[in-house]
């Protein structure tokens, strides 16, 4: 077996949160060591094959990867580790196809609104007032770089000192950073159509509705959506996770594959380091989780290393749904023009968050030619899948096929003929997704909705064991597990 020396710093899991802490603490100078479980780097982000087709596991949706004008973390942490990414604008955006009207996203906010007007002329005057009162708060915040930032009281100097000037920008806004998009829909929306999309929109960005949703996530979105578009990275989201291990290694850091970690090692209330399945001790002053909070705290912590009524709350922090998921390889003839991004409402006189009502599907070789074999695209259908119910008995692939039903019906929306142009098919189920992800109940992160909590930040009670990832910050996606993977390498260096 390979001798792994000592380092400063370990972190376990390579999801996005876990690499960005590890790359930008290696490019600070620490001696870091990533630990993987998986044969493949990215978490629910990695990337996987399957007889010539490149499929995305989790994110499809990116934005600001590549703009000089972007904020998105991803790209401010690539421009420190000296990597960048090959990209594919588009537009429009997306379509989301309810049953009585399609309605087209595109980044040019005054186009969407337009598009919008043909189905409800005072929505849309509506919703640009519900933009007006939203995008002053995005420009408030592009100002102050999520790499500026740290989760300790030393973020205080750090505003004051270099960003002073921004920092009084923000001050009108205040009000609004806890606020809730429903609080702001409140004040400016009344028409139930357009209510329906900005609940759409924030259960697509966050995972709750309106009313649960904190107005900078949709007011980041509005904002980047507008100034610099969406793109998709050539490769994927594997793309994103190759250049952090590029930068990651770049900067002398390790990544261990297949080094899966069965516990932290806690001594007289402190990190000593880690012991991994295979016996093997490693050891470090600091050690990052980039587990869920309901995976560390209950299988890499004994319960005794944790305050008792803590654990209790932490644990009882409620979950976003895990998902079904539709990974398709198809034929693409006579496809021309067809768009990457759609979301399909089933029922309007359901709610959007009912399982297998709202389906996310994405194509992206319809930008990305190099995901499948010449004439193919690959196709990425998803909905929200409680984990209750499920088991891997006599019954698991009948329901699974059953499950899958209402993806593929979304996906005629699309394509009409799509069950005939299959020619790989792999259903996905929280099942699935708590196997190979290592995920609580296969979820995708906390449920904590505005005004009811905040998400904890990096720090733990045990000194020298932080948390990066979904359950650290709010938002579902990308940018939202690299602001927490920035926010805590920040706090770690003086």
Known sequence: MTKIHDSDVIVIGSGIGGLTAA??????????????????????????????????SGPSFYCGLTSTESLNPVKQVLDVLGESLESVPYDPLGLYHFPEATLPIYSNAELSCEEL????????????????????????????????????????????GRYLPSLLKMLPHLPLVQASVGHVMDTTVQDPWVRRLIDLECFLLSGLKAHGTIAPEIAFMLGERSRVGVEY???????????????????????????????????????????????????????????SIWDTYTKLLRPEDLPSSYRKAALDTPAVDSFMH???????????????????????SKDITVPGN??????????????????????????????????????????????AQTLYRALEKIIPDIRERVVLELIGT????????????????????????????????????????????????VPAVAASGILCANTLVR
Not at 238 to 248: D, N, S, Y
Not at 367 to 383: F, I, K, M, Q, S
Not at 436 to 447: F, I, M, S
């Open 430 to 477: 929280p099942l699935t997704h708590a196997y190979y992800l290592r995920r609580y109940k296969g979820t995708y992160g906390p449920a904590i909705e505005a005004g009811q909590g905040m998400f904890p930040g990096p720090h733990t009670p045990i000194r020298g064991l932080y948390r990066v990832g979904d359950s650290t910050t709010p938002g579902i996606g």
């Open 233 to 291: 990275p050539i490769g994927g989201s594997g793309a994103i996770v190759k250049a952090l291990v590029r930068g990651l290694e770049r900067w002398n850091g390790k990544l261990l594959l297949g080094h899966h970690v069965e516990q932290i090692l806690v001594d007289s209330g402190k990190v000593i380091g880690v012991r991994l399945a295979k016996g093997e001790i490693l050891k470090a002053p600091i050690v990052i989780s980039n587990a």
């Open 326 to 348: 539709l990974h398709l390889g198809i034929r693409a003839d006579s496809l021309e023009n067809l768009t990457g991004h759609h979301v399909v409402v089933h029922d309007t």
């Open 358 to 403: 709202t389906c996310m599907i994405s194509i992206p070789s319809v930008w990305d030619a190099t995901l499948a074999p010449e004439g193919h695209y690959v196709v990425h259908a998803y909905t929200l899948e409680p984990y209750a119910g499920w088991e891997r008995n006599q019954e698991y692939e009948q329901k699974k096929r059953e499950k």
């Open 117 to 160: 007007a043909k189905i409800t002329l005072q929505g849309a005057k509506e919703f640009k007032r519900f933009e007006e009162r939203l995008l002053p708060l995005y420009e408030a915040m592009k100002g102050i770089p999520t790499l500026a930032l740290r989760a300790d009281w030393q973020v205080i100097p750090v505003l004051i």
């Open 23 to 56: 790359a930008l603490l290696a490019r600070y100078g620490k001696r870091v060591i990533v630990c993987e479980s998986h044969t493949i780097p990215g978490g629910a982000a990695h990337t996987f094959r399957r007889r010539g087709f490149e499929f995305d």
